[in-house]
């Protein structure tokens, strides 16, 4: 059993192709070498001037066109089906955003990584918060471009039990290599039971919440290690130069007012030897009591 309902049509245009490939790499190079051979000079000391020969002409026209048409028809029949979701497939939003994958479902529950059920279809409407990202499933043998601005899909068929990876196949910035995620297929009532089960309230800070779900993290740490955005740790009052919209430089104390302010003005007082351009503007996505809840926890980060 395959892990998707398209493996095996993409697997064999795949190797149908690589045989093809081989077979005419292992000929064609014998052939040369037996030319080289067999028509040198020394077997051959008068060279023989052949203009051109009809029925090589032909062979070597006619049968590379129906290998190519071979190859397209049996990599089309594998990909036309990608192209259109059965009306019964149940539909999830997948959000790409720099430098993670979210999941909303039907009810309204979002999480970090993709559940659903086995034998069942899923439809995907692919969203991107900021720049060109591609949702790749490698043991799905699936990818698709997620586009600002634009309403993309992909489905599947699950058909196996078990974790597999996901990807990000399109450069999106610094830490694209990180923007990695999992799906997992259960059976049908495992996936009920997984929908309509909320988040248990626990220790973790809702600030800490946020940063998690926004993908704060990816840009900056909790340990005082250096990414692509300053270190949360140590960050309240802590005196920062940083660089105006127009170039100049000045010095400010990180307080909240600061913090509220990079957070839904990312690039009008960015810190010092970071680069611009690459936060997402949180005014719209975060509200004021989701921004006081953030600063909250960072004041923990001492």
Same mark, same amino acid.
Not at 221 to 245: C, N
């Given at each position: 059993?395959?892990?998707?309902? &398209?493996?095996?049509?993409?697997?064999?245009?795949?190797?149908?192709?690589?045989?093809?490939?081989?077979?005419?790499?292992?000929?064609?190079?014998?052939?040369?070498?037996?030319?080289? &051979?067999?028509?040198?000079?020394?077997?051959?000391?008068?060279?023989?001037?052949?203009?051109?020969?009809?029925?090589?002409?032909?062979?070597?026209?006619?049968?590379?066109?129906?290998?190519?048409?071979?190859?397209?028809?049996?990599?089309?029949?594998?990909?036309?089906?990608?192209?259109?979701?059965?009306?019964?497939?149940?539909?999830?939003?997948?959000?790409?955003?720099?430098?993670?994958?979210?999941?909303?479902?039907?009810? !309204?529950?979002?999480?970090?990584?993709?559940?659903?059920?086995?034998?069942?279809?899923?439809?995907?409407?692919?969203?991107?918060?900021?720049?060109?990202?591609?949702?790749?499933?490698?043991?799905?043998?699936?990818?698709?471009?997620?586009?600002?601005?634009?309403?993309?899909?992909?489905?599947?068929?699950?058909?196996?039990?078990?974790?597999?990876?996901?990807?990000?196949?399109?450069?999106? !910035?610094?830490?694209?290599?990180?923007?990695?995620?999992?799906?997992?297929?259960?059976?049908?009532?495992?996936?009920?039971?997984?929908?309509?089960?909320?988040?248990?309230?626990?220790?973790?800070?809702?600030?800490?919440?946020?940063?998690?779900?926004?993908?704060?993290?990816?840009?900056?740490?909790?340990?005082?290690?250096?990414?692509?955005?300053?270190?949360?740790? !140590?960050?309240?009052?802590?005196?920062?130069?940083?660089?105006?919209?127009?170039?100049?430089?000045?010095?400010?104390?990180?307080?909240?007012?600061?913090?509220?302010?990079?957070?839904?003005?990312?690039?009008?007082?960015?810190?010092?030897?970071?680069?611009?351009?690459?936060?997402?503007?949180?005014?719209?996505?975060?509200?004021?009591?989701?921004?006081?809840?953030?600063?909250?926890?960072?004041?923990?980060?001492?």
């Amino acid at each position: 059993m395959y892990a998707s309902n &398209f493996v095996e049509g993409v697997d064999f245009s795949l190797y149908l192709i690589l045989a093809i490939s081989v077979f005419f790499l292992v000929g064609i190079t014998a052939v040369m070498i037996y030319f080289l &051979f067999r028509y040198s000079k020394k077997n051959n000391p008068v060279a023989t001037n052949i203009t051109h020969n009809n029925t090589l002409e032909v062979i070597w026209t006619v049968i590379p066109t129906i290998l190519v048409v071979i190859m397209f028809w049996y990599g089309w029949t594998g990909y036309k089906p990608m192209l259109t979701a059965p009306d019964n497939a149940m539909e999830i939003d997948a959000i790409g955003q720099m430098w993670k994958w979210s999941f909303e479902y039907p009810n !309204g529950k979002v999480s970090d990584t993709l559940v659903v059920p086995i034998n069942e279809p899923v439809k995907l409407n692919l969203f991107s918060k900021d720049v060109l990202h591609s949702l790749y499933i490698p043991a799905f043998r699936i990818k698709q471009d997620v586009v600002p601005g634009s309403e993309k899909m992909m489905w599947f068929t699950a058909q196996k039990l078990g974790s597999y990876d996901i990807l990000c196949a399109e450069y999106c !910035g610094q830490l694209h290599a990180y923007m990695l995620s999992t799906i997992t297929v259960v059976e049908r009532r495992d996936y009920e039971i997984w929908l309509e089960t909320k988040a248990v309230a626990g220790d973790e800070h809702p600030g800490l919440t946020l940063l998690k779900r926004n993908a704060c993290l990816s840009c900056h740490t909790q340990d005082g290690t250096r990414l692509v955005g300053p270190s949360f740790k !140590g960050l309240v009052d802590r005196k920062e130069t940083v660089v105006l919209e127009d170039g100049t430089e000045k010095e400010v104390v990180a307080d909240r007012a600061y913090i509220a302010n990079s957070i839904k003005n990312p690039n009008s007082e960015i810190v010092k030897s970071f680069q611009k351009g690459l936060m997402t503007n949180y005014a719209d996505i975060l509200s004021d009591e989701d921004i006081e809840q953030i600063i909250d926890f960072i004041e923990t980060m001492k």
